[in-house]
């Protein structure tokens, strides 16, 4: 399956402290993105990867993607509360749709 | 960045009716569309991939009698639920590639559809 996955599934944290959720795939990619969606919300875009990058930062957000492990991390610094939202991970592979994983749920405490 | 939306924003009817979805891409080309369903608190599930002016192509379980979707112009495509039933109650997201970029896929911001 080209699925991604994260984990963990479900993340609590308090306010300030920093949140990394994981995920994998088990096929080669073209790109690796991460997704943001508030509850019954569309989709918000945060960051692409390319296959040949092994980091990148926008913000607050720190994603570095491994190859040869299939994997790649997704780190909120400085967490608030406003960042209280389900993040998924979608892998493009040749011309294929995105493909998304089953999302980790991120709780952020005030 | 490129835009796509979708009309309606949310839709309640009756069990039995047919319920259509719109899905633009505003200020750019799609050759391609993708028609992704939500349940609650589940991942965004592939339905199906839309190419202007030719048949979609159905993922595996989807059934394209109900679920009818025409890519008739280079920025629309619709999805038709038909005979709508109360579990095919869900969160309905197209997605647009760029026929002109690198590939890149666009969210609209989702159909939510109640089906009474």
């Known amino acids: 399956s080209q699925q991604g996955e994260e984990d963990p599934q479900a993340l609590s944290i308090q306010e300030g402290e920093n949140a990394t959720m994981n995920c994998s795939y088990k096929t080669s990619i073209n790109n690796l993105q991460w997704y943001r969606q508030n509850s019954g919300r569309g989709l918000v875009h945060l960051i692409l990867i390319r296959s040949n990058e092994r980091e990148k930062h926008s913000g607050r957000l720190r994603v570095t993607l491994d190859t040869s492990k299939k994997s790649s991390s997704l780190l909120i610094t400085a967490s608030r509360a406003a960042d209280t939202a389900s993040y998924f991970c979608a892998i493009l592979g040749g011309n294929t749709p995105l493909v998304f994983g089953k999302g980790t749920r991120l709780s952020v405490i005030a | 960045g490129a835009v796509v939306s979708q009309h309606p924003s949310w839709v309640i009817c009756k069990s039995g009716t047919s319920v259509k979805i719109e899905c633009r891409s505003l200020d750019f080309q799609a050759t391609t569309m993708f028609w992704y369903r939500q349940f609650p608190k589940q991942s965004l599930m592939l339905m199906a991939t839309?190419?202007?002016?030719?048949?979609?192509?159905?993922e595996q379980g989807v059934e394209k009698d109900k679920f009818l979707i025409n890519h008739a112009s280079l920025t629309l495509s619709t999805l038709t639920v038909t005979s709508a039933h109360p579990e095919d109650s869900s969160f309905y997201i197209c997605?647009?590639?760029?026929?002109?970029?690198?590939?890149?896929?666009?969210f609209g911001p989702g159909t939510r559809l109640t089906v009474t």
């Open positions: 997605s647009a590639r760029d026929s002109t970029g690198a590939g890149e896929q666009y």
């Open positions: 839309s190419n202007e002016g030719s048949k979609a192509t159905y």
